[in-house]
């Protein structure tokens, strides 16, 4: 009896190891892939748009950051280094939605750039018009809001959304835009004195990012490195009176993990002088957008006539 006990825990424990052997041998099924964004779908493309832009819809602001060098060119003489930059850009996705567009997105943002001593890398208050030999207060570019338009998978007229300068090389998704500029000053009439005709400028952003991160449906942002020009008319806190000439910005960057990624200059002066970008606009702003321009025009109407 015992040696039969004995024998059937035997002849079970062999059973039992048979069976694992063979579910061993078995071929394991592959674990399903995770499905990759299709740039030439819409709906995905209008994803890799946000998550260049922003990151989650209704997530965490997302903050940009770059540095770089600002010159004037003026004809008949050598380029001159002006000032140093350091700007950066808070933001955050707002989800929309369209009975005939579809699902899609609008952003947020504010932006401060500041003009630096090209030496010392202190932040400029004065500047010394070289030019003009005046001493003028420097006004730095701090736009609020700067906010994007609803963005859907199908525009009004139907057309389905696409990034027609995206193109892969290897590893890369390159993505760049270029935006001409051409209208009508708001600095006119009573201004001239400080700038004159149409705003004419180019604005050109070079995007570059990791093509498996920004493919890979489980991620829900992706981080860009940034390169930004900007060729624009003499601003209009320098006061040259409509002077034959143009400034340069030249200037590289990234979207950066967190605020506290920012470099240190730029954390302080928003901390002493800019507070609220520290925090992205309300997602349900209305606000028209600012520029350097209109930023002006308030900051010289605010000021008493004798000191315009």
Known sequence: MT????????????????????????????????????????????EISKRVQCGEADGKPAVYHWSG??????????????????????????SVDDPARGKGWRLVSRELLLYLDPKNGDVV??????????????????????????????????????IPTLRREGRWFFMPFEAPLFY?????????????????????????????????????????????????????WMKMRGRQGQLVFNAMGNKLKSFDELPAVLKTEIASNYTIYNAPPPV???????????????????KAPAAR
């Not at 994007?148 to 389905?160: L, N, V």
């Not at 606000?287 to 900051?299: A, G, Q």
Request: charge should be neutral; glycine fraction near 4%.
């Open 3 to 46: 040696r039969s006990r004995t024998c059937a825990a035997i002849c079970a424990a062999a059973i039992t190891a048979f069976l694992a052997s063979s579910a061993l041998a078995q071929p394991k099924a592959k674990p399903p892939k995770s499905r990759l964004l299709d740039p030439a779908v819409a709906e995905d493309a209008l």
């Open 69 to 94: 060098k600002i010159y004037s060119r003026v004809a008949g003489e050598p380029d001159r280094l002006l000032f140093k930059a350091e700007g950066m850009n808070i933001r955050t996705c707002i």
């Open 125 to 162: 208050r004065q500047w010394d018009n070289p030019w003009t030999g005046e001493k003028l207060e420097v006004l730095h570019i701090a736009n609020d809001p700067v906010n994007q338009p609803p963005q859907f998978p199908k525009s009004a007229s139907g057309t389905r959304y696409s």
């Open 184 to 236: 009508t000053n708001p600095l006119q009439g009573a201004y001239q004195d400080w700038v004159g005709g149409k705003y004419h400028a180019m604005e050109i952003f070079d995007f570059a990012f990791d093509a498996t991160e920004m493919l890979d449906l489980k991620n829900a942002t992706a981080y860009p490195t940034v390169s930004w020009v900007r060729i624009s008319d003499f601003l209009p």
């Open 284 to 302: 349900d702003d209305k606000r028209p957008n600012e520029t350097s321009w209109t930023v002006f025009k308030k900051w010289v109407d605010g």
